[in-house]
């Protein structure tokens, strides 16, 4: 959606879709303007958990209590129930699905489980993508606007039917992470190494890497949170020309520094408008 500064101000019912990496400042832009509570919030991590791998999670959850046998019978004669209570601001059910590639005694997942569970997020993610125009048309009956909160491997998917199809319902906004910002992306995953999604061809290359550097044999030798670490940096040199190629191609750029200074949903606005012209 391509729209002027005038256009976009004077609209009664904006449509954003946030790209850019997790972290980088997309929740922050979504809480500042949904303060005044005319804004609808669509998530696409909840909505990934909710509905596309929710079965998947509670089928992997199932799995490791059936390893213990006293919590094996409770479940299998429905003494006890498994729930995912995702939320917006706790998805660490989703987190643990996708999971760490490396070493089992470490929690790691084999590689062929990794990467199936990869290309199931893969497929979710893009489902839940699509389904933003069915969302923005249920939000009107009780919100003025609409905001879809993108996950970071938006960029990953190389789906021009799901970017063509935000492009069309929303103006896509691509925050964009400063030097600084960066080093702070980079020290948290130091610190706190997290679950990723990446691409099929890219996490193969950078494993031969790893391994080599390593001197290891196998992926089962891994260090899961060390892997992490080490990739972290290289994934997101990795996405940037992605997320730059979407945001040229369809939408606009902001500045994470320029956003960390906006106070409220006025200057959020304000921001917006003065890329869109």
């Known amino acids: ?11 009664n019912n904006k449509r954003l879709s946030l790209l850019g990496m997790s972290g980088v400042g997309k929740t922050h832009l979504s809480k500042l303007l949904g303060s005044d509570d005319k804004w609808y919030h669509y998530s696409g991590d909840y909505r990934i958990g909710a ?20 919590l094996a019978e409770l479940l299998n004669n429905d003494s006890i129930r498994v729930e995912n209570h995702i939320t917006f601001d706790n998805l660490s059910s989703v987190s643990g699905f996708l999971g760490k590639v490396g070493n089992p005694e470490q929690d790691g997942l084999p590689i062929d489980e990794f990467i199936r569970r990869q290309a199931l997020f893969q497929t979710a993610e893009s489902m839940t993508m699509l389904d933003v125009p069915k969302f923005i048309e249920k939000s009107q009956q009780e919100f003025d606007h609409f905001i879809n909160d993108a996950g970071g491997s938006l960029c990953e998917l190389d789906d021009e039917n799901v970017y063509q199809t935000l492009s069309e319902h929303t ?7 400063s030097k600084r910002n960066e ?9 706190h190494p997290k679950p990723l999604y990446y691409q099929a061809k890219f996490l193969q290359t950078q494993l031969a890497i790893y391994l080599a550097e390593s001197q290891l044999t196998y992926v089962a030798q891994i260090d899961p949170d060390e892997f992490v670490r080490w990739i972290f940096p290289r994934l997101l040199e990795h996405r940037k020309p992605k997320y730059e190629a979407i945001a040229k191609q369809y939408g ?10 906006c ?3 006025d200057e959020v606005l304000e921001l917006i408008c003065g890329v869109l012209d």
Not at 1 to 11: G, N, P, Q, T, V
Not at 252 to 261: A, P, R, V
């Open 171 to 177: 103006i896509i906004l691509y925050i964009r992470a």
């Open 1 to 11: 959606m391509r729209l002027s500064a005038r256009e976009f101000s004077k609209s």
């Open 183 to 191: 080093s702070t992306l980079i020290e948290r995953a130091q610190t």
């Open 51 to 70: 509905k596309y791998l929710n079965n998947d999670i509670l089928d992997n959850i199932k799995q490791k209590i059936q390893k213990d046998e006293y």
């Open 252 to 261: 606009y750029t902001i500045d994470s520094e320029d956003l960390y200074q």
């Open 263 to 265: 106070k409220n949903a």
